[in-house]
């Protein structure tokens, strides 16, 4: 492990750590709107990958981890805590939520930028849809069980447009906004036709998918 290894580590946890504060303390009257506000906010890390040198440290030290802590606080824990943020919603989805950020970055490590794109998507996107959709979502639609609204997936799609371009030309990457439009849509139609917080599985590998498929890595 380098020191690049090592402060990438602390700017995780200790990120992860400040919105679970902010989460807990300061927006605990509005669960609904604390968990979403930790989902997207989430999605920062993004920016944080360019700082790992080693696919086992990013794997195994700094996103497996979530998996068992995200679990440990979901109301299916054999420990029983109650927590505010993942009792709110889909308690199961912080942890397919880790489960996808996992699998990422130990596939693509040495392309940080496709882990972005999924971690972008099934943060920023799905949590948006979701926000929005709470909000102002009056026109409704329900495919496999679980009520989405289509103002909620357009604010995913326009939402997705803006952060997809802003990860790609973070890392560098050519921007090809054809490319940016398709990734966007299927993460917007995965995340509409899935239920029960699934969508932190679909929307990013659906997303990462077309992104392979178009060529661009």
Same mark, same amino acid.
């Given at each position: 492990m380098v020191a690049s290894d090592i402060i990438g580590l602390l700017f995780v946890y200790g990120y992860v750590a /400040?919105?679970?504060?902010?989460?807990?303390?300061?927006?605990?009257? !509005?669960?609904?709107?604390?968990?979403?506000?930790?989902h997207i906010m989430v999605g920062n890390i993004l920016?944080?990958?360019?700082?790992?040198?080693?696919? !086992? /440290?990013?794997?195994?030290?700094?996103a497996a981890p979530f998996i068992l802590l995200t679990f440990l606080i979901s109301p299916h824990s054999p420990l029983k805590l109650r927590n505010r943020v993942s009792n709110s919603g889909h308690g199961m989805g912080l942890v397919y939520y880790a489960i996808s950020w996992t699998v990422l970055a130990y596939i693509f490590f040495g392309q940080p930028w496709i882990v972005a794109v =999924?971690?972008?998507?099934?943060? !920023? $996107?799905? $949590?948006?849809?979701?926000?929005? =959709?709470?909000?102002?979502g009056r026109h409704k639609y329900n495919v496999f069980g679980d009520e989405k609204s289509y103002e909620g997936s357009i604010a995913m799609f326009i939402v997705l447009m803006v952060m997809l371009s802003v990860v790609l030309v973070y890392y560098s990457v050519p921007l090809n906004l054809?490319?940016?439009?398709?990734?966007?849509?299927?993460?917007?139609v995965f995340e509409g036709i899935?239920?029960?917080g699934l969508d932190n599985l679909t929307a990013c590998f659906s997303a990462v998918g077309v992104y392979l498929l178009m060529g661009v890595i």
């Open positions: /400040i919105l679970l504060v902010v989460s807990e303390k300061v927006l605990h009257r !509005y669960p609904n709107f604390s968990r979403k506000f930790l920016f944080i990958l360019p700082l790992f040198t080693s696919r !086992y /440290i990013i794997t195994f030290f700094a =999924g971690i972008a998507a099934m943060s !920023y $996107g799905d $949590g948006v849809a979701s926000l929005v =959709g709470g909000k102002i054809m490319v940016v439009a398709a990734v966007a849509f299927t993460a917007t899935t239920p029960k």
